[in-house]
């Protein structure tokens, strides 16, 4: 295994030079190579540390001799089901549903109560799909007989069932901050930090705080939303600082309505239950297998359908993202630490997956060689049926494999996720399961199992990125993408073949 080590480490290293060279203009002058750029290098290892990730899981699985073809989309999966756990919705802190207008009347029927609504207020009553959003103003409120009817002084539009109705609260004061976080006259306003950009009071004590919003509307014309950085409420008004400078626009005759902050889960049991919701598929997985006696490959085939399939259903096939998180849980999949900056200004720094891929691969490296589940592991893969006679509970080492895996795969597609921003459930993690059993056979791994490094994939993990980076700098097609990745497994394989046979013969030739 340490000469298959030295192998691959040496292409990798030729690998490097060639492109160095290659991409350098004259091709003897490296300064001038684009391999070698600050920004090239810093992707090259975020996109090994990601897909590296995914090669280690893997490692755990080819070692028993299976295959896991899911990876992909349990990316997908697992970076959708984090948007989900992480959706943030804003909800008016005055609103209730509408059960029944009536345009001949006036009336809107609510269900449930606006606290403190007469005569003269402003109200936004969005009417679902058919009536418009208006903004009206309140006539009278019944409550005789139990139901909240509210009459407006302006003409419905038509009959409705639907939508609701938001309480909207006069603007007050509206006052531009400088950049210290204090008034243009200099009264300073330490709280506020030098972020708000300005002040908007508001007619009416309410409990809001930073990531809340306010919304601002013009009864004709005119709609903006502000994030709140903090807020000071008073008797009868509340003062919000936002981010941005309100503008001269902003003035009483516009009207707010402020939007409370809800999220689905904390980030830290989101996290969790992504993880959690991984590993429990995983030991579905091994289950199948060991239990039910199911073919590795055609339960991974299933479940690269049905986990896409999950994926596209939960989001009806639009995208997810993770915009609220930009400068904050994000940088865990696309942050780095600064190493260096030249006179230029240009930094280098390394990407923060990668510390977690080293972390992976080292706990790894451990568990497979320095522990007793990691002999049982490559006995298993060597013989199942000697490895059974030997004691070795053979289910649960299997069973521990596929939950590795696709643990790790949850992490990838979670880090995957954070780094893109984006997901696009149809086509995110296509084919990752795929770079992760090339990284996995060119590191060293045996597809007949019982014989597998972390050193070696993580390696060959980074030599299948620098040959991704050949193709682009050297505008080969992309389309030779797949090709290029085709060879690679099949040279893998072929040299492992070759590599069986000389140790066959060499043994033969031993015994005789």
């Not at 609103?95 to 606006?114: E, N, T, Y």
């Not at 403190?116 to 006539?139: C, F, K, N, Q, W």
């Amino acid at each position: 295994m340490t000469g298959k080590i030295f192998g691959i480490l040496g292409l990798l290293v030729a690998l490097c030079v060639f492109m160095t060279l290659a991409t350098s203009s004259p091709w003897h002058d490296i300064s001038t190579s684009s391999f070698l750029k600050t920004g090239n290098l810093q992707n090259l290892l975020n996109r090994t540390a990601l897909y590296g990730i995914l090669g280690v899981g893997v490692v755990f699985v080819i070692i028993t001799s299976g295959i896991d073809l899911s990876i992909g989309s349990m990316v997908c999966f697992s970076g959708v089901l984090l948007a989900i756990f992480l959706h943030v919705d804003y909800r008016p802190l005055q609103s209730a549903p509408v059960v029944q207008v009536d345009r001949a009347d006036g009336r809107i029927d609510l269900r449930g109560d606006l606290p403190g609504l007469s005569p003269g207020d402003r109200i936004r009553y969005s009417g679902g799909t058919r009536a418009p959003t208006a903004v009206l103003t309140v006539d009278r409120v019944d409550t005789s007989d139990g139901v909240v009817r509210v009459y407006v002084a302006e003409s419905l539009k038509q009959d409705d069932v639907t939508g609701q109705v938001v309480r909207m609260v006069p603007i007050v004061d509206v006052e531009r901050l400088d950049g210290a976080g204090g008034t243009e006259d200099g009264a300073a306003d330490g709280a506020a930090g030098g972020v708000a950009g300005g002040r908007i009071v508001i007619g009416q004590a309410m409990d809001l705080g930073p990531r809340d919003q306010i919304k601002l509307v013009h009864p004709q014309s005119g709609l903006r939303t502000e994030t709140i950085v903090r807020s000071e409420a008073a008797d009868d008004r509340t003062a919000v600082f936002v981010r941005n400078d309100p503008g001269a626009r902003v003035s009483a005759e516009w009207l707010a309505v402020p939007l409370k902050r809800h999220q689905r889960m904390s980030v830290p049991a989101a996290l969790l239950s992504v993880l959690l919701i991984g590993c429990a598929l995983g030991l579905l997985h091994g289950l199948l297998v060991t239990r039910a006696r199911l073919q590795p490959f055609v339960v991974t085939l299933c479940g690269l359908l049905i986990y896409r399939g999950l994926a596209r259903w939960l989001t009806d096939d639009n995208p997810a993202g993770f915009a609220e998180y930009t400068d904050t849980l994000c940088q865990l999949g696309s942050g780095r630490l600064i190493v260096w900056t030249d006179s230029a200004g240009q930094t280098f720094g390394i990407p923060y997956p990668f510390f977690i891929l080293i972390a992976v691969g080292a706990v790894a490296a451990v568990f497979l060689n320095r522990t007793i589940w990691g002999r049982y592991l490559l006995a298993l893969g060597r013989n199942e049926e000697a490895a059974r006679f030997s004691g070795i509970n053979t289910k649960n080492v299997t069973l521990a494999a596929w939950i590795i895996c696709t643990g790790l795969a949850a992490t990838g597609g979670i880090l995957f996720a954070l780094d893109s921003l984006s997901i696009s459930p149809s086509s995110f993690g296509n084919f990752f399961e795929l770079y992760a059993i090339a990284a996995a056979v060119l590191g060293g791994c045996s597809l007949r199992g019982g014989e597998g490094s972390i050193p070696g994939v993580i390696i060959g993990t980074a030599a299948m990125q620098v040959l991704n980076n050949l193709i682009v700098l050297l505008s080969i097609p992309a389309q030779l993408e797949g090709v290029i990745i085709g060879f690679v497994i099949l040279l893998g394989v072929l040299s492992d073949e070759l590599i069986r046979q000389v140790a066959a013969r060499r043994r033969q030739k031993q015994a005789a």
